[in-house]
């Protein structure tokens, strides 16, 4: 049953994906990355990882999509009609399948847990009566919280550094939303 | 679910439909409550021709909305215009399979109910930018974008209370939050919330306040619907919608208002636990059914009492700037739930008695909102909001000019 559950999910992300890759309408691909983000929480939830499923909705589905959706309303609409391809295109193509490779490969010679015999993790996370919400928040804030600080530090000299970007001079007129969605719908 | 259990799913599947019905049901209450109340308040008599009190008019609405005519603007692009309202409604109805109306009666319990209520209602957001980025028109595109800033922006205060009550709980599950949790740290055993426990409301009035006030903002209620206001905007991401489908989005944002109401009850004022047990109030002994209808009966009335309260502020209201909104949940809100969650923390975590969390809480409440209120009623900053008007004919045409300063 469970192995049906992961099938339907699995082609949902799949499709899902496809439709990022492959749709010439940048908001229809991000409402596709939607869909597969979705579907990978569902993949989560029958791998028994409850928390990791919420977090992928909240972060991903919700968090990320958002602001992906929220540069493309910002930006001039006309930009992104321009050509989508470029030289580079053959180069990319040969990193993708290298690292797909690359994974697949990691995936069949690593000793994790098949999901297509998932009775043994089921048992075990049966026994244990939670959902491993305790495990991970004490291998998180004990275990390793000098990695957790770490790259909670990166990700604020990320955001200090996105903001004195974005500022520019002080002197400067803040730029205003609303004269380029004039001159778009103009 | 460690099964994949039949029956399980069947009665998963009963709830979802007995849900669907019954918060249909409520919306449609809410719209005559709605109505009635802000009648009240304005001096009118609101809906009364159709039904006894009117009681019959949201019948009438529903079904002028469903025989009107589906109207999709020719440059929008037909999947993605049809799809926005379905992604705002569907995470605004998934949010009610785990809040529980009794002990007995909660479709899927979960045991990370709360980070799945706060989980699902982000996904929503997405729906309204859709909405608002394929109705190709300006006022669209700005109430999405506002929509977008002001709902990620108030999410923030709002999952720092809800990860407050976890602390206060030591729990995830909003059945624990109601029933009390028992959590042994070693030896001792210690017991949190429960039956004739003191509301939480009265150990963080500070996190009440601001879960309210987020909340609000959150539905895009007034003071806070400045994505949808009317004379801004005119209506926002919803203005190219008709007919059915622009029930469903007016369906969906009536079902968060119910939802942050009863997250209020159950969170802050013991959900469905009567102030003391039925049985001592009837005298008599009660079936678990019986006593399962009376909590669902006290749950819901309480949750009414708070939408009423919305409505009331809805009445009493005027509409913030987006620039005071923005200020007031990033400069007030969010200061203040981080005050709230460190101060439990701290309290839970040197186990001091919970009256001291109150006498914080009250003196912060009071100043933090006192000057927050200040701050934000001041004139606008004239690096934040700029004010435009045409370029006159000789001078350009059809350009914006900057026109001094908004106030």
New interface residues.
């Given amino acids: ?2 192995a049906i ?1 992961f099938y339907v999910l699995a082609v949902i992300t799949v499709i899902g994906a496809l439709g990022v890759v492959l749709d010439r ?1 940048v ?2 691909a991000t ?1 596709s990355l ?1 869909i597969a983000m ?1 579907g990978v929480a569902g993949i989560f ?1 029958v791998a028994y990882a ?2 990791l499923a ?2 992928q ?2 972060i991903y ?3 990320v ?2 602001v992906i ?2 540069a ?3 930006t001039r609409t006309t930009d992104l009609n321009i050509n989508l391809d470029n030289p580079q295109r053959p180069v990319a193509f040969l990193i993708a399948v290298g690292v797909f490779v690359l994974l697949t490969l990691t995936f069949i010679y690593s000793d994790v847990p098949q999901l297509a015999e998932p009775d043994s993790v ?1 048992v075990a ?2 026994e244990s009566n ?2 491993g ?1 305790e495990t991970v928040g004490d291998s998180l804030f004990n275990q390793w919280a000098i990695p957790f600080e770490i790259a909670s530090v990166i990700l604020l000299v990320a955001m200090v550094g996105a903001i004195a970007l974005a500022r520019g001079d002080d002197n400067e ?2 730029v ?4 380029e ?2 001159e778009v ?2 | ?4 259990n039949w029956t399980y799913i069947a009665v998963v599947v009963v709830g979802i439909f007995g849900l669907f019905a019954f918060l249909s049901t409520v919306v449609i209450s809410l719209t005559w409550y709605e109505r009635k109340t802000l009648a009240r308040i304005q001096m009118r008599a609101g809906p009364s021709r159709v039904g006894p009190h009117g009681l019959l008019q949201p019948m009438a609405d529903v079904f002028k909305l469903i025989t009107k005519e589906d109207i999709r603007p020719t440059n929008s ?1 037909g ?2 215009f049809w ?1 926005a309202p379905i ?1 705002v409604f569907v995470s605004a109805f998934l949010v009610w399979l785990t809040v529980p109306f009794a002990d007995g009666a909660v479709v899927a319990p ?3 109910g709360l ?2 209520i ?3 209602s ?2 929503g ?2 729906g309204l ?2 909405a ?3 109705s190709s028109s ?1 006022y669209s ?2 109430g ?2 506002r929509a ?2 002001q709902l ?1 922006s108030y999410e923030i205060p709002i999952i720092v209370v809800v990860l407050a009550i976890a602390v206060l709980v030591q729990s ?1 599950d909003l059945r624990d939050v109601v029933l009390g949790n028992e959590v042994t740290i070693g030896e001792r055993v210690i017991s949190f919330g429960g039956q004739g426990a003191i509301p939480f409301a009265f150990i963080m009035p500070l996190g009440l306040i601001v879960f309210i006030l987020a909340g609000l903002a959150e539905l895009g209620r007034t003071p806070f619907d400045i994505h949808h206001a009317e004379s801004e905007v005119v209506g926002g991401p919803f203005l190219e919608y008709s007919g059915a489908h622009w029930a469903v989005f007016f369906l969906a944002e009536y079902i968060n208002t119910f939802v942050i109401a009863a997250l209020t009850i159950l969170l802050f004022f013991g959900g469905w636990s009567w102030p003391s047990p039925p049985e001592s109030i009837f005298g008599t002994a009660l079936e678990e059914w019986q006593t399962d209808a009376l909590g669902v009966g006290w749950f819901l009335f309480k949750t009414y009492m708070v939408v009423g309260l919305f409505f009331w502020f809805r009445g009493t209201y005027p509409r913030l700037r987006i620039d005071q909104l923005m200020a007031f949940g990033w400069k007030s809100l969010i200061p203040l739930s981080f005050v709230n969650f460190i101060l439990m923390s701290i309290v839970i975590f040197y186990d001091w008695p919970l009256w001291t969390m109150t006498t914080f809480s009250v003196p912060i409440l009071i100043g933090g909102l006192y000057f927050g209120a200040r701050r934000t009623a001041r004139k606008a900053d004239p ?2 909001v ?1 004010m ?1 008007r045409r370029a006159s004919r000789d001078d350009g045409g ?1 350009k ?1 000019v ?1 026109d001094g300063t908004g106030d």
């Fill in positions: 049953m469970s559950v309408n908001v229809r409402l939607l979705l939830l409850e928390f919420l977090a909705i909240l589905a919700g968090a999509t958002i959706l929220f493309i309303m910002l089921a996370i049966a939670s959902t919400f007129p803040a205003d939303a609303s004269v969605i004039n719908s103009a | 679910m460690n099964e994949f692009s999947m993605l799809s992604i979960q045991e990370l980070l799945y706060v989980a699902i982000t996904v957001i997405v930018l859709i608002g980025y394929t300006k595109v700005l999405g974008i977008a800033a990620v995830l690096s934040t700029q435009y059809n914006l900057p």
